[in-house]
């Protein structure tokens, strides 16, 4: 049971079902770790010596993906309605979750969620293949299957339908270097009609604090085709992590500060030139690990006040979630209660 | 004559710089003016995660 949910929260992120799996208490961010800072070079060391130990003493600087994703952790999540959602871990490789959502704005539904763990380990709590899917009342499907091919390299497959109709599928395939990740996607590829979409990320640490890197986005389709080209900086210290990305379509800049063992703060900007548009929100996360208890609370430009506080109700298997959010621009109101079992 | 004349023409430039940095400040609709105003707003956020963060809720309350 433990290596099932410790293996299906990995890197990507996790699927929709297993709402409520974040825990209280953590006192270290999982994934959150300071850069080995390298030692004072020994003063009878030649150059060529000490630029090699400087260069293999590089951390590798994870997925692009993951460069804002520290900081947006700490904003709460929007939730409308009731939701209930039951775990039940079958075995150590297997677990079933069923989610039932009741809204008053949208449509009600039943999803019915399997994750499926192997029995190859490659870290601590990395357990390979993974294989999570979800369907829904009306027959939608979503489903990925993530697989560590070698040591370096990861690959993942997903597949997204409506009813019977494939909407989404891609896949991709991830290599982690010594001091290097690069990535390439294939995103809807469609060779009798001669469209799809390429994404390739690397990411390069330039010091053990500083990692640069870029996106490129193609996109082809009959009569059309393009590309994005975007750039990302992050730095991380002991205790904070700033990133930007920069490109022709907006840029995106995130700070993360870790202030104390319970109480985290997050920043971020968000300006897209194509929609004319830009925000800054400021975000919040404390953690009271006493009282079982995780308190997410958010603000931002739009005049968009949101919170979110999530309970361990134990010795119950039982998790509790509130949820609420006021646009005062727009007047109005969104609140939602969860319960997780399991 | 002719000093009245300029520090007229200072004056209402001035107050032409005024006006239109005021209604720059107000336009909610302007993308430039809402990018400053949310990068300001960020730089403020930064600063305040930095410097005003650092309480500690499991610290003793004091005696009263």
Redesign the interface.
């Known amino acids: 049971m433990g290596s099932v949910l410790a293996a299906s929260s990995p890197s990507p992120p996790p699927p929709p079902s297993a709402a409520g799996s974040a825990s209280p208490g953590v006192t270290m961010p999982p994934g959150f770790g300071m850069p080995p800072v390298p030692p004072a070079a020994p003063p009878t060391g030649s150059g060529a010596g000490k630029e090699q130990r400087a260069e293999s003493l590089l951390p590798n600087p994870g997925a692009f993906d993951e460069c804002h994703r520290k900081c947006k952790e700490v904003f709460p999540m929007q939730m409308e309605g009731v939701r209930l959602v039951v775990n039940k871990g079958l075995s150590n490789h297997f677990q079933v979750n069923h989610s039932l959502l009741l809204s008053t704005t949208g449509d009600s539904s039943y999803r019915f969620g399997a994750t499926f763990v192997g029995s190859k380990q490659t870290g601590p709590a990395e357990f390979f293949p993974v294989m999570v899917g979800d369907m829904d009342n009306s027959g939608s499907l979503n489903s990925q299957i993530i697989h560590q091919i070698s040591s370096r390299i990861r690959s993942k497959v997903a597949f997204q339908t409506q009813q019977q109709k494939f909407v989404n599928w891609q896949g991709d395939a991830e290599f982690r270097g010594e001091d290097f990740t690069a990535m390439v996607t294939f995103g809807n590829p469609d060779v009798l009609a001669g469209s799809g979409i390429i994404i390739t990320h690397y990411l390069q640490s330039i010091t053990p604090s500083l990692a640069l890197g870029g996106e490129l986005v193609y996109h082809r389709r009959p009569g059309e085709e393009g590309s994005v080209l975007s750039l990302v900086g992050r730095y991380t210290a002991s205790d904070?992590i700033a990133t930007l990305t920069l490109g022709s379509a907006g840029a995106h800049?995130s700070?993360y500060?870790k202030?104390?063992?319970?109480?985290q703060?997050?920043?971020?900007?968000e300006?897209s030139s194509r929609m004319?548009?830009?925000?800054?929100s400021?975000g919040?996360q404390?953690d009271?690990p006493?009282a079982n208890l995780q308190f997410k609370g958010s603000v931002d430009?739009n005049w968009v006040v949101g919170a979110t506080l999530e309970k361990k109700l134990l010795p119950l298997p039982l998790s509790l979630v509130l949820c609420a959010f006021l646009n005062h621009q727009k007047n109005k109101f969104q609140c939602g209660f969860g319960i997780t079992i399991g | 004559m002719s000093e009245s004349n300029v520090k007229k023409g200072s004056l209402s430039r001035a107050t032409e710089w005024i006006s239109s940095i005021y209604r720059f400040a107000t336009d909610r609709n302007d993308?430039r003016r809402?990018?400053v105003?949310?990068?300001g707003?960020?730089a403020t956020?930064?600063w305040?995660?930095?410097n005003l963060?650092?309480?500690?809720?499991?610290s003793p309350q004091p005696v009263t």
Request: no cysteine; hydrophobic share 55%; charged share 15%.
């Open positions: 904070f800049a700070y500060h202030a104390n063992e319970q109480l703060v997050g920043v971020e900007f300006a004319q548009d830009s925000s800054a400021f919040y404390l009271v006493k430009s | 993308f809402n990018l105003v949310n990068l707003l960020f956020g930064v305040v995660a930095r963060s650092d309480f500690d809720l499991m």
